[in-house]
């Protein structure tokens, strides 16, 4: 069973920086997209970030573009989220997800099935 477990959240001033982390684990193979998720109160979902394993692409979200790096550890199976120049507007619980089927990052191919509990960011002004 795949799992994935968020950390790194907290609380922080704006324009200051966060790395965010997304342990995953029980993926039978490296044809697997990985992306980063946030919800802020009284919104939907926002897809931010993903990476995929099997061709190693990455993609971006144009609110977080230019700010945000996601990388990997592959000995860690870990993925990261740096957060840089954050604005109030970027609170929001961030949760990483998965999808086993090697779905193309922001692709129509895309298909998250597994989630992560989320950790929360909080941007004071």
């Known amino acids: 069973e795949v799992q994935l477990v968020e950390s790194g959240g907290g609380l922080v001033q704006a324009g200051g920086s966060l790395r965010l982390s997304c342990a995953a684990s029980?993926?039978?193979?490296?044809?697997?997209?990985i992306g980063w998720f946030r919800q802020s109160p009284g919104k939907e979902y926002e897809g931010i970030s993903c990476f995929s394993k099997s061709d190693g692409s990455t993609g971006y979200a144009d609110s977080v573009k230019g700010r945000f790096t996601i990388s990997t550890d592959n000995a860690k199976n870990t993925v990261y989220l740096q957060l840089n120049s954050l604005k109030p507007e970027d609170t929001a619980v961030y949760s990483c997800?998965?999808?086993?089927?090697?779905?193309?990052?922001?692709?129509?191919?895309?298909?998250?099935?597994?989630w992560g509990r989320g950790t929360q960011v909080t941007v004071s002004s």
């Open positions: 029980g993926f039978g193979n490296d044809a697997y997209t």
């Open positions: 997800a998965a999808d086993p089927t090697g779905g193309h990052c922001f692709g129509p191919d895309i298909e998250v099935r597994y």
